[in-house]
C-alpha cells in the first residue's frame, strides 16, 4: 500500500509539474527584408536554458514555465530585443517581434539554403511581387479562413474570375472553358465530361490543394492553347514533423431537408455503378425504370490524413503524404424547365428534381530530396465523381408539348432518371536539380522536368426517360381515367447508355541557365498526347398499341415487364447487331454513335530574363508549337456525303513578352504583349449531339476546316502595390483580340440543336480590375484580428457576326453582339475576423461574397434572341474554432442569400422567355477535425 500511495504520490507530482506551464508562441520578421519571415533566429528564456529557433517560416513556440520572464529575441547581426512576459498556466501567449540590424554592423556574405511555405498569404505574396510574370495564387492558408472547400471555390477569389452557379463552368475576364487551360504541378490534367474541355475543380478538396493559381498573362511554358488563363493547382507537399487528422462533418441543405429523395437503380451511395460489366440490352431486359428510394437528405463528409518523413544520411530525406475523402450532398430544384425555340416546343411550369452527389479523392505523394540539390517527387490521385439525378416535370398535370397527341395545352409529363460517374487517374513523377559548374558556389543550371500519365473513365449507363400524356387524369379522383404513354417515335421512351474513355501522357521539361545575376536564359520542351473514344446506345420502347395507359405513374415497372415484352411493347434498337440476320425489335444492337479523336501537341521554347537595372526586368520569349487534331466519327442523321473524318495540322509560332519595372521596393508596373491561340475541342468538332430534357447540343466537324484555330493577341498593364507583407492594391487594364472567335449558336434546322461556329471574323475584349486586401485592425503585437479584400471587374466585349455554311449553317439578324459567357461586371469581397485568443481557444470568421452580372449563355441565330444567365450574388458564413492543439470546430453556411438561378431566351416575339428558374437551397454544416 505504502509503494501504491507513493508512485500514486510522484505521478500526481509529476502531473501537476506538467500543468504549471505555458506556451509561448510567435512569429518572427526581417524588417530588411520587407518584413518577410526570418528563420533560424533565436528565442532564449532569459537567465535559464530553456529557448528554440524560428522555423523555415519565422515561426516558433517555447514550453515556459508559469511566472514572470525575460524573453530575449536574437539573430547575428541585429539588435537584440528583450521583452516582458507573464506566463500563466494552461496559457498560450504570442508575441510577434520584427527584427532590425544593428547600425554600423557589417557581416561576411551568409547562406542559408532553405524552403518557403507556399500556403501562406505572404508567401504568395512575395512569389507574386518578384515574379517576372504576371500571376495571382491563392493558398491553403486563405483557402482555410476563407471556408473554401475545393479549387473551384479557390479560384473566384481571385480577381477577374466567375463561376456559373449550379455547374463546374470558371470564367476569366469573361471567356469560359474553351478558353482555359488546367494544370497540376505544371501537366495537363484530363476532363472528367464530355461537354468540358477542363477538369471539375471542386474535385480538387483543399486537402489535396497547396496553392491555387492563374496566370492570366501568357508566357512561353504554357500550351499555346491560350486565350484567357491557365490555371495551375499545386499539390500538398508534406513537410516538417509526423502528423495524422481525422475529420467528420455533417449538414443539410435547406431545401432538401425534410424531402422523400429519390436515387437511380442499381448505384450506390458511394456513388459507384453496379453493373459496368452487364451488356445493356441484358440490363435493359433484367431491371425496371421506376427509381428507388434515397437515404434521408443528410450531408455527409468524412476524411483522413497524414504525412511522416524519414531521415537517411548526406541530408537525404523521404517525406509521404496521403490524403483520402469522401463527401455527399443533397439539393432539391424546384421551377419551370422550357424548351424554346421559336416557340414553345416543350414546356413545364412545374418541375422537379432531385440531385445526390458524391466525391471520393484519394491522394498520395513521395517526395525523395536526395540533397540540396536534387529532388524526385512522385504523385498520384484518384477521383471518384458521381451525379444521381432524378426528375420529375410536369408534375402538376400543366406540361405542354406541341408534338403532343392527346392534348398539346397540358397534361404532357416527363420521368429523366440518370446517373453519371467520372473517374479519373493521375499520376506525375517529377525532378529539380542543380547543376555547378567547378569551383562555382552557385548552380549555373536549374533543371525541372515532369512526366505525367492520365486515364478517365466518364459513364451514363442506363439512362430512363419515359414519357407520358393526359397526367393530368392521374391528379384527379376519377379510376377511370389514366395517363397514357406518349409515342410520337419509339425514341420518346428509352433506356440510354453512354461511355467515354480518355488517355493521356504529358511532359514538361525547362532548362534554367544562369548566365550571370541580370541575365538568365530558359530552354524548355512540352508535349501532350491525347485520345478519346466515346459511344452510346439507345433502346426504345414500341408500343403495339396506341395509347397504352398506365394506372399508377409512380410504378411504370408494372407495365415493363418480360411477360408485356412481345405482347405489350417492343425493344427497338438504331443498328442491328447482325445486319441482314436479325432486326432492330427485340434483339441487342451496335452502337448508335460513337466517334475517335486524338489530339499531339510537340512544342520547345526559349525564353530570357534580363535585369537592366534594379529597375527594369524584361521577359522576351518565343514558342514554336506543332498542332494535330483528327476526330472520327460514325454518327446518325449526318449527310451521307460528309467523309465522316476530319483533321487538322498547324505550326504556332508564338512570341510574347513581360516587362516588369520596379516603382520602388514595395511598387511594380508590369506590361505583357503575348500572341496566342484557341483550338477545338473533342466535343466541339464530334457531331454527335447530346440530348437533355430541355435543349440538345452537338458539334461541329468545320471546326477543323481552315482556318481551323483562332489567334489570340493578348495585352496587359499593371500596377501593384505591396503595402506590407500580407496586403496588397493593384490595378490592370487589358485587352485581347479573337480572330475566327468559336460560339454556341443554334443552327438552322428543325430541332432546334445548338452548334460550335466560327461565328465572325474577330472579337474584342477590353477590361480593367482593381484589386485590394488590407488589414483593419491589429493588436498590440501586430498581429491582424480584422482584415478585408476586394476585387471588382469591368468588361466591354463586341465580336462581329456573319453566316454561316458548310455541313450545319446558322444565321444572324445583326452584325455584333456581345461575347459569350462575358459579364460586363465582376466581384468579390470578404471580411475575416480573427480576435484575440482566449487561452486555448482561437475562433476565426469570415464572410466572403461574389456576384457577377448578366451574360450570354448562347447565341441566338435568326429571329431568336440570345440565352442569357442571370447574374447571381452569393454570400457564405464560414466560423473556424480551433481548441487547444489538436481539435477545430467549424460552422459552415454557404449560399445564404439563395438567389434564383435564371436562363432565359430574350427578345422574342412574346418578350423574354424564362427557359429554367430554380433555388439552389443554404448548405448549413457543422465539422470536426481531430489532429493526432
Known sequence: MKKILFITFLIASQFIVAQAKGTLKGLLTDKESNNEPLPFANIIIKGTTIGTTTDFDGNYTLSVPAGNHIVVFSFLGYKTIEKSVVIKEGDIVTINQLMAAEEGVSLDEIKIKTTTSKEKVSALLLEQKKATVIKESIGAVELSQKGVSDASGAVTKISGVSKQEGSNNVYVRGLGDRYLNTTMNGLSLPSNDVNKKNIDLKLFTSDIIQSVSISKAYSPELYGDFAAGNIDITSKEFKGKSFFNVKVGSGINTRAAGKDFKKSEGTGHLGFYRRYNHNPFAV????????????????????????????????????LFGTASFQNGYEYREGPVVDFTNVYKVRYPNAQEFEYSTATTI????????????????????????????????????????????????????????????????????????IYDAGKEDPTYNLTWGVGYNNVFAHEPDRKRLSLENYQFSLDADPTTNASFYSNTVFDNQRYFQKIADEEFNSRVNLEHIISDNFTLNYGYNGRIKTRNFENIRYGYDFLTPRVEVADPSNLDAVFTLDNLGNVYNTEVFNSIYPGKYGTTNFPGRNENSYSGKLKVYAGYLSAVYKANEKWTIVPGVRFESFSQEINYDVININPNDPKFRKAEETFILPSLNVKYALNENQNLRFTFSKTVSVPEFKEVAPFVYESVSQRVGGNPDLLNNPSFSEVFNIDLKYEWFLTRDEILSLSAFGKQINNPVNLVISNDATGTQRYFRTGDKASVLGFEIEARKNLIKNDDEETQLSAGFNFTYMYTKQDLKDVNGLYSASFNKDSEELQGASPFLVNANINYSPTKFKNYTPIASVVFSYFSDRIDALGAGQLGNIIEKGIPTLDFVWKNKIGDHWEINLNAKNLLDPSIKRLRENTSIGDVILSEYKRGTNISLGFNYKF
Do not use: C, W
Open 284 to 319: 435493359v431486359l433484367s431491371h425496371g425504370v421506376d427509381p428507388e428510394n434515397g437515404a434521408a437528405p443528410i450531408n455527409l463528409s468524412i476524411g483522413i490524413n497524414g504525412g511522416k518523413s524519414f531521415d537517411f544520411k548526406n541530408d537525404s530525406r523521404l517525406s
Open 363 to 434: 491522394m498520395g505523394n513521395a517526395i525523395y530530396k536526395i540533397n540540396d540539390d536534387h529532388k524526385l517527387k512522385y504523385t498520384s490521385m484518384f477521383f471518384n465523381n458521381s451525379s444521381d439525378e432524378v426528375g420529375y416535370y410536369g408534375i402538376k398535370g400543366l406540361g405542354a408539348n406541341r408534338d403532343a397527341q392527346l392534348d398539346t395545352d397540358q397534361g404532357f409529363y416527363q420521368m429523366n432518371v440518370q446517373f453519371n460517374q467520372d473517374l479519373i487517374f493521375v499520376n506525375q513523377i517529377m525532378g529539380e536539380h542543380k
